[in-house]
């Protein structure tokens, strides 16, 4: 940051840290390490942190509440109400997501903080992940893009919906040559139709075999109530993904036909990078 002002000039730098050493609770200025209360009662919990030593720019929505021992409720910033008598705890961890609608105990939380640190996936906004959104089969494509480092990609034309400058040709071009994704049969893409959990099995599965990764493993799809309307092209990525245990089922349904929400999709990334250690 370079300041100017009053004819002097200078430069100022801006450290950003994500796992300070030391958080502190405050409460009408205090600090304060318990708290003994009674139930009804309401207090409000200030936080900071410091980092070698020194003090921190922080902000209460910088931080995750929860409370344990069922003896009170406690918001997102940090107010505190005791429901009953007992001894609980307090846990406050460093908000390492800047989504607004991802939440510390959500199912999908540490999935999305996963595929958001390690660049494969961003929000929709600034503030926003969208987890109950859809994902296009352009968007699974653009990730897998995005992890190979986007490499050149030469314009082909290829297919009839996907012109020269959308924001994912290079994407679509780059997979399509490589043999990941195919197009409809008709000479389309269908870059922005919803991508169903069996499409996205055989994006990775097609991007293990490119990858070099183990795809001879494979698992018993007739095991779920729904496996048999997995489609005869899909039946071999769709074997290998729950062998391997890329796709997971749920309630004894695989739901190949299925949308894939971005929660999910964040979910079976950090499955595939966590069993190939990608």
Known sequence: V?????????????QVVANPD???AREDGKVITSLTTEAGETHKLVMSAAYNHMSLISQNSCFTFSVTGDIGTITSDGVFTAVKDGTGAIPVTVQSLPFTDVAAGAWYYEAVEYVYENGLM?????????????????MIVQILYNKEG????????AYTDVAEDKWYTPAVEWASGEGIVSGNGNGTFAPNDSVTREQMAIMLYNYAAYAGYDTSIRGDVSVFSDGASVHDWAAEAMSWAVGVGVLRGSNDKLNPLG?????EV????????TIFGA
Do not use: H, M, W
């Not at 986007?150 to 034309?157: I, N």
């Open 2 to 14: 370079t300041l100017r002002g009053g004819g002097k000039s200078g430069t100022a730098s801006i």
């Open 150 to 157: 986007k490499p050149d990609a030469a314009y082909s034309g």
């Open 122 to 138: 961003q929000g929709t906004a600034p503030t926003v992940f969208q987890p109950g959104g859809t994902t296009t089969r352009a």
């Open 259 to 263: 949308t894939a929400t971005r929660a």
């Open 22 to 24: 030391t958080l502190v």
């Open 266 to 273: 964040a979910q079976v990334l950090t499955n595939f990078e």
